[in-house]
T-cell receptor, first 116, second 111 residues
Framework: EAGVTQFPSHSVIEKGQTVTLRCDPI?????LYWYRRVMGKEIKFLLH????????ESGMPNNRFLAERTGGTYSTLKVQPAELEDSGVYFC??????????????FGPGTRLTVL | GQNIDQPTEMTATEGAIVQINCTYQ??????LFWYQQHAGEAPTFLSY????GLEEKGRFSSFLSRSKGYSYLLLKELQMKDSASYLC????????????FGQGTTLQVKP
């Protein structure tokens, strides 16, 4: 069974440009999460999809970030326009339909975004 | 508010035992996870505790005390491959799987 995959693994862009990150969750997982780790800080929650619906987007930093999950399969996270402080590693995670809080989240390897 | 604290770095010797502590203060608590992350790789699940006590899984054990807001991860018979970052994360609500992470503890295992 394939794990969570993310594309690209690395992205280097200039301030003001647009970048789109993609996450393919494990097949059959309804829950999809985006997290971000800024250098020197802890991993922080961005948002949570259940199928194609946004369940919780309380962690989205501002309106320059747009997440979509059309059809409830893969998800994209677009940053437009990118700022220097957006640099970090963006992780995606997925889990099955939440039955208990202890359902394991499977993480992808992350996309390292560098904004110059 | 919420606060999760872990030591930043630890060093231990191959074959030894190491305990990584995590303290938390969160509004709402529905369990605590430990994840392992090797450099450049995805975090991988190690354990989940929601009730007080010790959960043992092979060389790794995790302990929780809800009244003290405290957990630890115990690694026995350390191997070089255990060198990694260990992440403590709390889940606050049963309505969402949102994880709140500590900064992680980088463990270096030396020969």
């Amino acid at each position: 069974e394939a794990g969570v995959t993310q594309f690209p693994s690395h992205s280097v862009i200039e301030k003001g440009q647009t970048v789109t990150l993609r996450c393919d969750p494990i097949s059959g997982h309804d829950n999809l999460y985006w997290y971000r780790r800024v250098m020197g800080k802890e991993i922080k929650f961005l948002l949570h999809f259940v199928k194609e619906s946004k369940q919780d987007e309380s962690g989205m930093p501002n309106n320059r970030f747009l997440a979509e999950r059309t059809g409830g399969t893969y998800s994209t996270l677009k940053v437009q326009p990118a700022e220097l402080e957006d640099s970090g590693v963006y992780f995606c995670a997925s889990s099955q339909v939440t039955r208990t809080p202890g359902d394991e989240q499977f993480f992808g390897p992350g996309t390292r975004l560098t904004v110059l | 508010g919420q606060n999760i604290d872990q030591p930043t770095e630890m060093t231990a010797t191959e074959g030894a035992i190491v305990q990584i502590n995590c303290t938390y203060q969160t509004s709402g608590f529905n369990g605590l996870f430990w994840y392992q992350q090797h450099a450049g790789e995805a975090p991988t699940f190690l354990s989940y505790n929601v009730l007080d006590g010790l959960e043992e899984k092979g060389r790794f054990s995790s302990f929780l005390s809800r009244s003290k807001g405290y957990s630890y991860l115990l690694l026995k018979e350390l191997q070089m491959k255990d060198s990694a970052s260990y992440l403590c994360a709390v889940i606050r609500s049963s309505n969402t799987g949102k994880l709140i992470f500590g900064q992680g503890t980088t463990l270096q295992v030396k020969p």
